[in-house]
């Protein structure tokens, strides 16, 4: 079993920034690869980004390429989202999640993700 929760979501204004983190505990954090989901009010879930196990790797959904950066600290237990030139079009609950695979799990229904956090919710005001 992997515990997953997240941590600081906020408001924001448009164009400010902000970081996520996701804390993990139980089975071996350098196991999973770890990715950042988002579901905005009356939208489906969606991908947002990817990191591998040994963080030398990462996706991003095109909608936050070159303003998300998703990272991770291994000897923390901890990923994490920096989400600059931030867009009312973000706000959303952020999730964590857990894959054994990376890069597998960037389309709905997303089958490939193990475990899920229970979100923290960022609002990006106008």
């Known amino acids: 079993q992997v515990q997953l929760v997240e941590s600081g979501g906020g408001l924001v204004q448009a164009g400010g920034s902000l970081r996520l983190s996701c804390a993990a505990s139980?089975?071996?954090?350098?196991?999973?690869?770890m990715d950042w989901f988002r579901q905005a009010p009356g939208k489906e879930r969606e991908f947002v980004a990817a990191?591998?196990?040994?963080?030398?790797?990462?996706l991003y959904a095109d909608s936050v390429k070159g303003r998300f950066t998703i990272s991770r600290d291994n000897d923390k237990n901890t990923v994490y989202l920096q989400m600059n030139s931030l867009k009312p079009e973000d706000t959303a609950v952020y999730y964590c999640?857990?894959?054994?695979?990376?890069?597998?799990?960037?389309?709905?229904?997303?089958?490939?993700?193990?475990?899920w956090g229970k979100g923290t919710l960022v609002t990006v005001s106008s």
């Open positions: 999640a857990a894959a054994r695979t990376f890069g597998r799990a960037i389309t709905a229904p997303y089958a490939g993700i193990d475990y």
């Open positions: 139980g089975r071996t954090f350098t196991n999973w690869a």
């Open positions: 990191i591998s196990r040994s963080g030398d790797n990462t």
